[in-house]
Antibody
Framework: QVQLVESGGGVVQPGRSLRLSCAAS????????MHWVRQAPGKGLEWVAL????????YFADSVKGRFTISRDNSKNTVYLQMNSLRAEDTAVYYC??????????????WGQGSLVTVSS | QSALTQPPSASGSPGQSVTISCSGT?????????VSWYQQLPGKAPKLMIY???KRPSGVPDRFSGSKSGNTASLTVSGLQAEDEADYYC?????????FGSGTKVTVL
C-alpha cells in the first residue's frame, strides 16, 4: 500500500534552515508528481510546493518563493523540502502528498502523517 | 494568489443534508475543473473526498457529492452522520499552483 513518511521537523531559530524528507513506498515513485502542504496550528491548509515526476519542473506558493526549494531523488524514493530563512509564520505541520494518478490534477489521494516545524527563538 | 472562500461553519442534524460552498472567480474555480474536496478529522491528515468537481474516490460513501455552477463549487453531504463532523476544505489545481479554501467546520447537531 502507498506510504508516505515525513521526517526532519523540529524547533529552529528564525533565519535558520531546515530540510524535510518524505520517504515513499508502495508505488512507482518516479512516475508521480509530489506536493508539500502545510498547516499552521489551528489554521487551514496551505499548499507549499510541487515537483513533477522527473524533478524538472518545480512550483511554489508566493509565501515561500525564493526561500524554499523542492527536490527529489528517484533512486531513493524520497522528496525533500529545503527551507531557508525561516520565519515564525512558517511554523506548521508539513505534509507531503501524492496525486491520485500519474497525470497531476491536484487531487491529493495520499498523505503522510505530517512533520511539525516550529520556528522560534 | 487565489482566494477560495468557504463559510467558516455549517451544521445539520443526523439524517439531514448540508452543503458547503467554495467561491472563486472566473480565473480560478470558474475556469478549471480540477476542484477537489478534503475532509480533515482532528489531529489527522486530510482525506480526499471529491476530485475533478464531481468524482468520488473508491471507499468514499455516495452520501458525499460535488458540483459546480459558475464560479462556485459545492460539496453536499446527505444523510449526515456523527462521523461526518470534521473540517472540510476545497482546493483548486491550476497547473503551476494549487490553492486551498479557507475551510468549513461541519457540526452534526
Amino acid at each position: 500500500q502507498v506510504q508516505l513518511v515525513e521526517s526532519g521537523g523540529g524547533v529552529v531559530q528564525p533565519g535558520r534552515s531546515l530540510r524535510l524528507s518524505c520517504a515513499a513506498s508502495g508505488f512507482t515513485f518516479s512516475s508521480y508528481a509530489m506536493h508539500w502542504v502545510r498547516q499552521a496550528p489551528g489554521k487551514g491548509l496551505e499548499w507549499v510546493a510541487l515537483i513533477t515526476y522527473d524533478g524538472i519542473n518545480k512550483y511554489f506558493a508566493d509565501s515561500v518563493k525564493g526561500r524554499f526549494t523542492i527536490s527529489r531523488d528517484n533512486s531513493k524514493n524520497t522528496v525533500y523540502l529545503q527551507m531557508n530563512s525561516l520565519r515564525a509564520e512558517d511554523t506548521a505541520v508539513y505534509y507531503c502528498a501524492r496525486d491520485r494518478v500519474v497525470f497531476p490534477t491536484g487531487a491529493l489521494g495520499y498523505w503522510g502523517q505530517g512533520s511539525l516545524v516550529t520556528v522560534s527563538s | 494568489q487565489s482566494a477560495l472562500t468557504q463559510p467558516p461553519s455549517a451544521s445539520g442534524s443526523p439524517g439531514q443534508s448540508v452543503t458547503i460552498s467554495c467561491s472563486g472567480t472566473s480565473r480560478d474555480v470558474g475556469g478549471y475543473n480540477y476542484v477537489s474536496w478534503y475532509q480533515q478529522l482532528p489531529g489527522k491528515a486530510p482525506k480526499l473526498m471529491i476530485y475533478e468537481v464531481t468524482k468520488r474516490p473508491s471507499g468514499v460513501p455516495d452520501r458525499f457529492s460535488g458540483s459546480k455552477s459558475g464560479n462556485t463549487a459545492s460539496l453536499t453531504v446527505s444523510g449526515l452522520q456523527a462521523e461526518d463532523e470534521a473540517d472540510y476544505y476545497c482546493s483548486l489545481y491550476a497547473g503551476s499552483n494549487n490553492f486551498f479554501g479557507s475551510g468549513t467546520k461541519v457540526t452534526v447537531l
